[in-house]
């Protein structure tokens, strides 16, 4: 009888590696990581040890294909169901602009993602979902905000209006002498950073203003609440894309909505000349702009320079190097920048970094530009800043 169950138990196991090699199921049912081997046996998905994790915390009965035991019939359930007919089920309705999370995103949006599909099934198509702040494009409440000159982070109240097309915030003292800053939904970028703002819900807000870049760091003690306001962002971003580019298809405006940085971190960096001594910078590549920033911290509210990275036919290459004045800096991984202006070096404290940081100005230099980046390369260069 032993031996039986055995056999029973290798066969079925066989059965649920062959299903998870069906194109369908190959990948995560919530973040698409490829090769998932864990189970989840209530909706009957295919998912990641990352996305396990979650359903187990929402008490889903989570299985392991290859270290657990099979029953017979909760085998003929997985083939009966699989990650196409949950898609078809709690999938059905999910508007273009809400954010579906990679593999590599925080879990805050993976967590949010998982509780909209299944606990509150706002996407079935047969709910009041999605809520007023995604159609209505006017949504308001109150985000805890970092100082532009302080640690500390203050409540404040924020604005959402999609008629106006711009994101307000107000200090508490001042709410009734006008807002405190009108941000325009045409240059606005929103990114978690939970471990940049310290917080599991920190989201990153990114504007121009009098070209240049200025950073809010906000978050809320609710994950649904900064998850909503996230979306809600996107959703006004994604009708102003549409007004703006009325020839690109949907597919096509959805990454322009909101995007991630390429690389971020600390590096060294010194003067024009060279000579000067090396200092602590935090540097952040926005791809989607061309554009590596450096601030003194990585929370401040504005950058100190901005370099602007073109193409690689064009003059611009990055590469290796052991400067000459190194022995002024603390970190000995070198890296030299090169521009048709001008020549920058930057140390990195580790091999690693400096492989990262190398790799992700060279996919940016590949990348062709578009109008848009000309169009930025040249408000950059009249500003004549000394990086």
Same mark, same amino acid.
């Given at each position: ?7 029973? /138990? ?14 369908? @199921? ?80 925080? /879990? ?16 079935? !198509? ?88 200025? @950073? ?33 298809? !949907? ?63 064009? !003059? ?12 002024? /800096? ?58």
């Amino acid at each position: 009888m032993k031996t039986c169950v055995m056999a029973s /138990s290798g066969q079925n196991e066989r059965v649920l590696l062959e299903l998870v090699k069906q194109p369908e @199921n190959s990948v995560c049912a919530d973040c698409g990581a490829p090769g998932p081997d864990w189970v989840c046996c209530n909706l009957g998905l295919f998912v990641c040890l990352n996305c396990s994790g979650v359903h187990r915390n929402f008490s889903h009965r989570v299985r392991s294909i290859k270290l657990d035991f099979w029953e017979d019939d909760l085998v003929e359930f997985m083939k009966s169901k699989g990650n196409v007919c949950a898609k078809a089920l709690y999938e059905k309705a999910v508007p273009p602009y809400y954010y579906r999370p990679q593999p590599s995103d925080c /879990s805050v949006l993976r967590e949010q993602w998982i509780r909209a599909k299944y606990e509150r099934t706002e996407f079935n !198509g047969e709910t009041k979902y999605p809520p007023p702040a995604y159609t209505t494009g006017f949504y308001e409440g109150t985000l805890w905000k970092k100082g532009k000159d302080k640690i500390q982070f203050l409540k404040r109240k924020f604005v959402l209006s999609r008629r106006d097309s711009v994101l307000t915030y107000f200090n508490k003292e001042d709410e009734f002498k006008g807002p405190k800053a009108v941000i325009p939904i045409k240059d606005l970028n929103a990114t978690f950073q939970p471990e940049k703002i310290g917080h599991p819900n920190g989201l990153q807000l990114c504007y121009q203003c009098n070209d240049r870049t200025r @950073n809010l760091y906000v978050y809320h003690e609710s994950a649904e609440e900064v998850v909503t306001w996230f979306n809600a962002i996107r959703a006004a971003r994604y009708v102003y894309l549409q007004d703006t580019y009325p020839t690109l298809s !949907g597919a096509e405006l959805v990454p322009k909505i909101t995007w991630n940085f390429l690389k971020q971190g600390y590096m060294e960096k010194t003067g024009p000349l060279k000579t000067e001594a090396f200092k602590k910078r935090w540097f952040v590549l926005d791809a989607v702009s061309r554009k590596l920033l450096y601030f003194k911290d990585q929370l401040d509210a504005e950058e100190l320079g901005v370099i602007f990275i073109g193409l690689e036919n064009k !003059g611009y290459s990055a590469r290796r190097c052991i400067p000459k004045h190194s022995k002024w /800096s603390k970190w000995k991984c070198g890296i030299t920048l090169e521009t048709p202006a001008r020549k920058y070096v930057f140390m990195c404290e580790q091999d690693r970094e400096q492989i990262e940081w190398l790799d992700a100005l060279r996919d940016v230099m590949s990348t062709p530009m578009s109008p848009e980046d000309y169009t930025t390369a040249a408000t950059i260069q009249l500003q004549r800043r000394t990086i």
